[in-house]
């Protein structure tokens, strides 16, 4: 699967914005998919993870209550709302999927070592 992910962008602290990764391929529905950050000089972080059923979600403390991810299947697209925006979001993000075909409808990873394919990344620059 390819990945190719949009909507990055600057914004002011406080500010919004809507991430989306949209998957090639006729399989979306059996990855669960994952965002992820990385930061200059930091190692990659965990931001949120949803299941292949869209019914099970889960987040990153520092973003918990700010961020929302959600898919639409029947887009092969997978989005990461992003609200009350910190300077300490600056980053760039990746969205990643996992090959989950047998795994349960609320099966999600945290770990990027679990994940199959990755996206080229999109920059989101918060300003102070």
């Known amino acids: 699967v390819q990945l190719q992910a949009s909507g990055g962008g600057l914004v002011q602290a406080g500010g919004s914005l809507r991430l989306s990764c949209a998957a090639s391929?006729?399989?979306?529905?059996?990855?669960?998919m994952g965002w992820f950050r990385q930061a200059p000089g930091k190692e990659r972080e965990f931001v949120a993870a949803?299941?292949?059923?869209?019914?099970?979600?889960g987040y990153a403390d520092s973003v918990k209550g700010r961020f929302t991810i959600s898919r639409d299947n029947a887009k092969n697209t997978v989005y990461l709302q992003m609200n009350s925006l910190k300077p300490e979001d600056t980053a760039v993000y990746y969205c990643?999927?996992?090959?989950?075909?047998?795994?349960?409808?609320?099966?999600?990873?945290?770990?990027?070592?679990?994940?199959?394919?990755w996206g080229q990344g999109t920059q989101v620059t918060v300003s102070s």
């Open positions: 990643a999927a996992e090959w989950a075909p047998r795994s349960s409808r609320s099966y999600y990873a945290k770990g990027g070592a679990e994940y199959d394919y």
């Open positions: 391929g006729r399989t979306f529905s059996s990855y669960a």
């Open positions: 949803i299941s292949w059923s869209g019914g099970s979600t």
